[in-house]
């Protein structure tokens, strides 16, 4: 291996699968740049798991920090590839040995009917900016968009990302309906379960008047990707997974007091007064994957709101070509990005899910641990770090196929890796960074972040 720092390698987001490569890279002897677009490294850990997983966050956050410590890596904040720093000059000017993507899926896919785009805030909304307002609406220093929570908001998806839409309107309605009663509750208290938070204050959930959120799925219970099946599953795993599906679905629909109708497909909006009102949706037939409607049996579901928790794609950035909704890449095993031949990429950047939880699903330990913890269904005590491991081990493995791949390349002669070094502290100092990791995470955090 040639001399410690003559390869310089660029990271595009700074969470877990970006500072899992960070890690990686530097334990081979490599510089790495981790180029993150937000103050704070965190990813969906931060903005995109609810807030009432404090403890099992704090975790993820110490596991980050670490990796984007170690020796040889420079964080670079509060910088967007695509808007402070053009992706192909980068990518082919700069000088890096590579650059990985690990930039993650933070655009909502589209909900898919005519018109919807026409109507975004406007009594239609979409998963990340709804959980990232959850997130952070108690800070004072807060200043992005605000949504309301109404009683009977219709909710499509069916993935564990919307159980967590559910829950949050689940949760405020609750709130606001004990306290118009007078009686002091929280999140922390309903999160543990909304039926044994009234029987302790007394009094009978159906009392309250709360209708509850409705869930709308295309295809059936069993089939919600609450769980997925091993690869090349045989019939009776295939079964065993169904029946986990819906046992989670019963426990979680027990626990948060929310409705759910399965094989609803959504065919077009309810639109009054210039808003949504709710949703054209039809009956499904389902055969294998394929959900498809039933003739005459549209119907229309009303509802005061509408969220679209279908999942999540890669940002549209600049110079960056896309096949549909996603980065180009070749090479299963190890993403390379089709314009430029010292380009890879990592996590839900290429698979598109922006799902932290996407490569937990493989084994029975990790199925309890959705089940108890993340679904919130267990006393929430347990260590959530496990849950991260296979997302972690399969960035672990990619970005040391990037590393091999880079020592194989001519290392870079020092003037070089000094004129890069010199560009990324210009991109630090415009963030304002100081080079100190810790005072900049203490600096950034707001002191009423929950």
Known sequence: MAENGQYFVAVIGGAISGSVAAEILADHGIRVAV????????????????????????????RIDARLKKPGVYFVPSTKLGRDVDFQDFCRNWGFSAVILANG???????????AAEFVDKGLVYQN????????KNE??????????????????????????????????YE???KARGIQTDMHELEKGIPAACKAHGINPQSLGVKGCLLIYRRREADMPLAQPPDNATPEQVAKTEQVRQKMLRLARDKYLFRV??????????VENGRVAGLRVAETKIEGRKAEPIPGSEKELRAPLVISSIGSVPEVLPGVAMKGEYYTFTDEDLPRYTGAERVFGVGNVVTGQGNIRVSLVHSQKVTNHLIEHYMGIGDGKRNLSGMYAPAEARAAERAKAVADGV????????AEVAA?????????????????????IAKVTPPDLE
């Open 129 to 136: 900016p709804f959980i990232y307002w959850y997130n952070h």
């Open 261 to 270: 109708q399965d094989r609803r497909l959504t065919t077009g909006l309810i």
């Open 420 to 440: 890069l070094e010199q560009r990324i502290r210009g991109l630090q100092q415009r963030a304002g960074y100081t080079s100190d990791y810790d005072s900049w």
């Open 407 to 414: 020592q194989s390349l001519p290392a870079l002669p020092p």
């Open 140 to 173: 004072k220093s807060y200043d992005g968009p605000r949504y309301e929570t109404p009683d009977e908001t219709l909710v499509v998806g069916g993935g564990l990302a919307s159980i967590d839409v559910v829950k949050v309107l689940q949760l405020e309605n």
């Open 176 to 178: 606001r309906a004990m």
């Open 105 to 115: 899926a933070w655009r909502d896919r589209d909900l898919g009917v005519p018109g």
């Open 35 to 62: 180029i993150e677009q937000n103050k704070r490294p965190y990813g969906k850990i931060e903005d995109g798991l609810p807030r009432w997983h404090v403890e099992q966050r704090k975790q993820e956050y110490g």
